[in-house]
């Protein structure tokens, strides 16, 4: 009877052991992730610092002092401090390629009456071959959005974004980009309701305000035109041994290439994304399965299933994106009625991918490249070849300027703004 009594007790005290394990290991990711952040602010507000003492001194007048206290400044604090700027400049860049907190919950944030505001302007010049009207020359306003996001309560948050480019351009039904609610089950799990990314790869959900190119690859306007869908979601992370590091999202959605339900039925998609540290590596795989309408009198598979693949990885000053996926071609077009595609045909498949590379010349330059392909599109059925190059100046934390030119042999459409050669982007979020 003592036998089996310690027997017992070992095992309580190893179970509870591994317990404490676990939740050690999730708390030391957590914290590592918010110091992090915390060395990130505290290196802007550094910058800010210096940048106010040196306008009150040359305000003052006091420029040859402060040119001499300088001067007088111990060789290692200075060696200290480009250090400091050095790693926070490579930390910027690496969570930009990779985006570690890409589809995350509001719980970190609080929601405050000041909403953030993104604005994107556009030139455009060169048209490619046969554009027929699918090219909009000189002088746009691509983006104006402004979002609200945060918590409200201890276990609620919401989010609402609203744009307001499309209302210049005569399509007023696209004003609402997310309206969700959202409750946090836990540390790691997270429902959320209503419209918002649909969580399919990495260019689907990546932020304009982040992304590199002027535009998502050509695959995204047609697997996923406006990105939003509305249904219901659990999504978190899994930060214990052995599987930490990895985010999951599993939905049900609308699925009917609006917003408005049209078909009765609901498309299912999972996502799990694994992050690793070294190297600075993420890979994710996705699925959709469900169903689509098809065109009047249509008859056969109306299936609208999809899967994809895609990765991100940083080395020093060079990063690296991939991305592919296929299924299903869509038989329609974005719109509140159902707009059938020409050349779609039940049962028939497409496919499509981009492979992007950028290099950090300095803190403030970078250079990149991207291809972007997507065979049999629904409109006419032809395979679209493009290739882009480009360079982004940030002008600071809130704002940049890109220039970029593209190669492309035909047209694509639905959601694809990139028809023409050259474009020019100056951004601003604040």
């Known amino acids: 009877m003592k036998v089996t009594l310690t027997l017992l007790l070992l095992a309580l005290a190893s179970v509870s052991a591994n317990a404490q394990q676990h939740d050690s290991a999730a708390r030391l990711v957590e914290l590592e992730r918010?110091?992090?952040?915390?060395?990130?602010?505290?290196?802007?507000?550094?910058?800010?610092?210096?940048?106010?003492?040196?306008?009150?001194?040359g305000i003052k007048g006091g420029h040859a002092k402060e040119e001499t206290k300088a001067d007088s400044q111990p060789v290692s604090a200075s060696f200290a401090t480009k250090t400091t700027q050095k790693e926070a400049a490579q930390r910027e860049f690496t969570d930009r390629l990779i985006a570690p907190e890409m589809g995350a919950s509001e719980r970190e944030e609080t929601l405050q009456a000041r909403p953030e505001i993104f604005i994107q302007s556009r030139y455009s010049a060169l048209p490619i071959r046969n554009t027929n009207g699918e090219f909009e020359p000189n002088f746009s306003m691509t983006r104006i959005e402004t979002r609200w996001a945060g918590k409200v309560l201890e276990r609620i948050g919401a989010g609402l974004e609203i744009q307001f480019h499309p209302a210049l351009d005569g399509s007023s039904e696209e004003l609402v980009n997310d309206a969700f609610i959202e409750y946090y089950l836990n540390d790691h799990a997270t429902i959320?309701?209503?419209?918002?990314?649909?969580?399919?790869?990495?260019?689907?959900?990546?932020?304009?305000?982040?992304?590199?190119?002027?535009?998502?690859?050509?695959?995204?306007?047609?697997?996923?035109?406006g990105q939003r869908d509305r249904g219901v979601m659990l999504f978190g992370d899994l930060?214990?041994?052995?599987?930490?590091?990895?985010?999951?999202?599993v939905g049900a959605f609308n699925g009917n290439r609006?917003?408005?339900?049209?078909?009765r039925q609901a498309n299912y998609v999972l996502r799990l994304r694994k992050l690793f540290d070294r190297p600075k590596l993420a890979i994710g795989v996705s699925a959709q399965r469900g169903k689509q309408n098809l065109p009047p009198g249509g008859t056969g598979n109306n299936d609208e299933n999809l899967i994809g693949v895609d990765f991100q990885y940083v080395r020093g000053r060079f990063g690296l994106r991939g991305e592919w996926m296929a299924g299903n071609t869509p038989s329609t077009l974005l719109g509140i009625q159902p707009d059938f595609a020409q050349a779609f045909r039940p049962g028939a498949k497409s496919a499509g991918g981009a492979l992007f590379a950028t290099w950090r010349l300095t803190n403030k330059d970078h250079v990149?490249?991207?291809y972007d392909e997507f065979n049999r599109d629904p409109v006419k059925g032809y395979n679209v070849r493009a290739f882009n190059f480009g360079y982004l100046r940030y002008l600071g934390e809130m704002t940049r300027i890109g220039v970029d030119y593209q190669f492309k042999n035909r047209p694509s459409f639905n959601d694809d703004a990139m028809n023409?050669?050259?474009h020019i982007n100056w951004s601003i979020e604040f």
Request: proline share 5%; net charge positive.
């Open 34 to 57: 918010k110091l992090d952040q915390a060395a990130r602010q505290l290196e802007q507000l550094n910058d800010t610092v210096l940048s106010l003492r040196a306008e009150i001194a």
């Open 192 to 225: 959320r309701v209503g419209q918002y990314i649909k969580p399919f790869g990495f260019d689907i959900q990546q932020s304009s305000a982040l992304r590199e190119s002027p535009e998502r690859g050509i695959f995204a306007g047609y697997f996923f035109p």
């Open 239 to 249: 930060n214990f041994t052995p599987v930490k590091n990895v985010h999951y999202f």
């Open 258 to 263: 609006f917003f408005a339900d049209n078909n």
């Open 368 to 370: 990149y490249a991207r």
């Open 420 to 422: 023409g050669r050259f």
